[in-house]
């Protein structure tokens, strides 16, 4: 079972993946269940490890880690157990937020209401619209957006540094 988790953590470690606190979570899982003799993945060893675990959140996000660890070993090797629905977070999750989606009608209003806040610069407003507009076209971050420098745009291509897994694209 160590050995499963640590090629789990590995693959998530080369894809850009910085969890340090399910990289904890899973290897104390991974001890948990190879003390009790497995070699697969077991509902009855989820359960038993995450049964004196305080809170619902956090017997809820370790489900989650090892229900994706799961899906991971199951895809090699269908002995390892899913764990049933009703332990899955993901369904009727309700403190998770829906996202909200603007027209294009509410986006150029949104770039509009700047030039009526009395910024104190005269290019703040244009500055924001910019943002807005970069933001709503791309799909990219605030973050990433802010960051933007004019040596980032080349003609017809961007260059995105720092992005959400401290990558450049």
Wanted: proline residues 3%; positive net charge; aromatic residues 8%.
């Amino acid at each position: 079972m160590i050995a499963a988790v640590e090629r789990y953590l590995e693959l998530r470690a080369e894809l850009g993946y910085q969890d340090s606190d399910l990289r904890r979570g899973l290897r104390r899982f991974a001890a948990f269940a190879a003390a009790r003799g497995a070699v697969h993945l077991r509902n009855e060893d989820v359960l038993a490890w995450i049964e004196p675990m305080g809170s619902a959140h956090v017997r809820r996000r370790c489900v989650d880690w090892v229900g994706n660890l799961g899906a991971f070993l199951r895809a090699e090797d269908d002995t390892h157990e899913a764990l049933p629905p009703r332990y899955s977070s993901r369904l009727g999750c309700r403190d998770r937020l829906i996202p909200f989606v603007y027209s294009v009608e509410e986006i150029l209003s949104v770039m509009e209401g700047f030039a009526s806040l009395g910024l104190s610069h005269p290019y703040d407003a244009l500055t924001y619209r910019v943002i807005i507009g970069l933001i709503a076209a791309t799909g990219m971050r605030v973050s990433e957006a802010l960051n933007l420098r004019l040596t980032d745009v080349d003609g017809t291509k961007l260059f995105i540094r720092q992005t959400k897994f401290n990558k450049d694209r």
